[in-house]
């Protein structure tokens, strides 16, 4: 009925779809693994911006909290580099933490203080850690 040379002709075609379907599954899975950690430190940074943003917010209404004068203002500046690193907890938020400090300068008549505060917003831990940083300068006459 076969020929002696068309004898287990299909076998070897079947072995290379079944590799080739293979290969195409492992490449789908891993572009696809990829793309999940892509979204998640996406995420991940987007929260340590906010972090940021919160810490410089928090620092710059420390610095003017009951601060009638330059003095009081340039204390509350020294102040703020003393703080410890501050977890954050609002939905949104939570595992972030920020850290902030803070600079003192005055122009050259002396007539106005110059702060600049840095914050840095820190999220997540281990590979998924993100970081940034923001600065805010604000003045008082």
């Known amino acids: 009925m076969f020929h002696k040379g068309q004898q287990g002709f299909l076998m070897p075609l079947a072995l290379m779809l079944v590799v080739g379907i293979s290969v195409l599954a492992i490449a789908v899975s891993r572009l696809s693994g990829q793309s999940t950690?892509?979204?998640t430190l996406e995420e991940m940074s987007a929260r340590a911006f906010y972090a940021?943003?919160?810490g410089g917010q928090l620092a710059v209404g420390y610095l003017y909290l009951n601060a009638s004068?330059?003095?009081?203002t340039d204390q509350h500046?020294?102040?703020?580099?003393?703080?410890?690193v501050i977890n954050l907890f609002p939905s949104g938020l939570t595992g972030c933490r920020t850290r902030f400090s803070c600079s003192a300068s005055a122009n050259p008549a002396n007539t106005a203080s110059f702060y600049t505060i840095s914050s840095q917003g820190v999220c997540g831990s281990g590979d998924f850690t993100a970081e940034r940083n923001i600065q805010v300068?604000?003045?008082m006459r």
């Open 37 to 39: 950690t892509s979204i």
């Open 52 to 54: 940021a943003e919160s």
């Open 69 to 72: 004068d330059r003095a009081q």
């Open 77 to 84: 500046c020294n102040d703020l580099n003393g703080f410890p």
């Open 137 to 139: 300068t604000t003045v």
